[in-house]
């Protein structure tokens, strides 16, 4: 009897061992040939911020991609790694697919996941050839030498298997839909802003697991890294603010109130600064047109501070 039963144990262990296994194994995509368009690569490089966490902390070259920033998390410190195209520390080796699939997917060339610090869950709407031409447009830049230190992560958080299933349970990997009844500027702007731009990974709450909570998405909550507050940039945050002063806000990092952009925000300025102005114009009319919604609220400011 004692026998059958540890015989039935091991079968429901390998059986549910087979099934994690299962579930977490990435799936790649298919990248057939084609030529590169390096000025649309430049655009999306622009659009997506990736010098802004990218290149190398505390120089003034904005392209030199060499990694190192710290990006602190509940779970942990994750370390931006290098993307020039080094050969040796940088992407110079990987192919096309290797790439698509890191960005579209969040799947290393060596067929493991990425952590979702890497926004992998905003850029899986962008169009395959548009992801290549990026590819293209970054192997351009000037090689930067430099092995990134690995991530700081306790366990169980360090497991990269498990990202697997985080990503059944927050990842959807359909493409951007552009919406028929609407110009084709907001189209434009809705594929940048919830594509490249990947803005709901900052500006949108996140549950106990890390996965943004789709309700309160662009309202805003607690700075992911741990410090300070994310702005609402739904009409329940930014209601007050016309289409030109948010294009103006995406070129100067200037609010209409006076204020300026601060902190985690000034290289993002940066970057869309680089935008052309029909870009940052779509993406304006896209945001005003975000409803209202209510997000968490911001802990009280101490007196004198």
Known sequence: MLRRTLLAALIAALAAFGLYWWLTAPAALAVPPRSPDLANGQELFNAGGCSSCHAVPNQPDRLRLGGG????????????PN?????????GRWSEADFVNAV???????????????????????????VRDLFAYLKTLPPVSGRV???????????RRNVGIWKLLFMNTGPFVADAARSPQWNR????VNGFGHCAECHSPRNLLGGIITAQRFAGGPNPEGEGWVPN????????????????????GD????DSASGAMRPVIKNLAQLTAEDRAAMAAYLKSLPPVQGPTPPKKKEGG
């Open 255 to 258: 609010m209409p109130e006076g």
């Open 189 to 192: 702007g809705a594929y940048l």
């Open 83 to 91: 993307i020039s195209p080094d050969p040796t520390d940088g992407i």
């Open 104 to 130: 579209m997917r969040g799947i290393s060339p060596e067929g493991t996941h990425y952590f979702p610090a890497f926004p992998y869950t905003s850029y899986h709407l962008a169009k395959i050839d548009d």
């Open 69 to 80: 920033l710290a990006l602190g998390s509940p779970f942990g410190t994750f370390y931006v």
């Open 149 to 159: 230190r690995d991530h700081a992560l306790p366990f169980p958080f360090n497991i």
């Open 233 to 252: 940039i739904t009409q329940q945050g930014i209601g007050s603010w016309s289409e030109k002063d948010i294009a103006d806000f995406l070129e100067t």
